[in-house]
């Protein structure tokens, strides 16, 4: 099964856009050929950028694991709940907070950081990371490679302070997650949505498309586009989950 996500609120936009960063540098996080360096740069940089746009973010993260939290200690106290499964939750989630307490935000490490600083400007002119603008950097490539982890090592830990609380966040939203089955009728279908910060659909591999979500207020619209221009979207049945604090 295809799963795609739609961010409904601006949070879970930018949860979303933290957790591509995160996979991104978990991937490339051991530096074994060229393009994982210039992938992890890239999003090192991304992950500054987004920082710096998002002033209430930490308070944002705090608010939704408070609500979190407080869910789980309902369910602490439901009989049919798995209990060493709830308290192993509530743990990640304090471990969460307490990342959160070692957020600097970048200005005060990635920010001044010197190959951090030498590249990111150059990322916004094409084939700008090269061995005549960004020699410090070009450098920094040659040391031997335990040298470079030390570097990749800080910035990493950084990005933890933030990694943790958002993956536990979507973590949750997602574990509760109640698909409800939608047909598509000629690839569309538009329904009453309900209040939630993120939807996901999943749908078969054998539907040779993908959905393209809008919605405004309490409507939500899904249509199947074909991957073969021109080709036909018949009836697409697929399944349709509201995730969130809201609806949990």
């Known amino acids: 099964m295809f799963v795609y996500d739609f ?15 995160f996979k991104r540098a978990e991937a490339c996080q051991f530096l074994s050929s060229e393009a994982e360096t210039m992938s992890l740069l890239r999003g090192v940089v991304d992950y500054m950028d987004l920082i710096d746009g998002s002033g209430g973010f930490k308070i944002e993260l705090s608010r939704d694991l408070e609500k ?3 869910k789980l200690k309902q369910w602490e106290v439901n009989p049919d709940a798995d209990q060493a499964f709830v308290h192993q939750l509530r743990d990640a989630i304090t471990q969460s907070f307490n990342s959160l307490d070692r957020f600097t935000r970048q200005r005060t490490v990635l920010q001044h950081d010197p190959i951090l600083e030498n590249i990111k400007p150059r990322f916004m002119t094409p084939c700008g990371v090269n061995c005549f603008d960004t ?3 070009t450098f920094w490539c040659s040391l031997p490679h335990d040298e470079k982890m030390q570097s990749v090592n800080k910035w990493l830990h950084e990005l933890d302070t933030i990694r943790m609380p958002v993956a536990t966040i979507l973590y949750l939203w997602r574990l509760c ?15 009453t949505a ?8 999943k749908y078969p591999k054998t539907v040779r498309g993908y959905p393209v979500v809008s919605g405004f207020q309490s409507s939500l619209n899904v249509r199947f586009m074909a991957y073969e221009k021109g080709a036909e979207i018949g009836d ?3 399944e349709l989950a509201y995730l969130g604090n809201d609806v949990l």
Not at 7 to 21: H, N, Q, V
């Open 236 to 238: 697409i049945e697929f």
């Open 68 to 70: 979190l939290d407080q």
């Open 177 to 191: 997650a109640d698909f409800k089955p939608r047909v598509a009728q000629k690839g569309f279908m538009k329904e």
């Open 135 to 137: 020699p410090l950097f």
């Open 7 to 21: 961010p409904f609120s601006p949070k879970a936009r930018t949860y979303l856009k933290f957790e591509a960063i």
């Open 194 to 201: 309900e209040n939630c910060d993120l939807i996901e659909i």
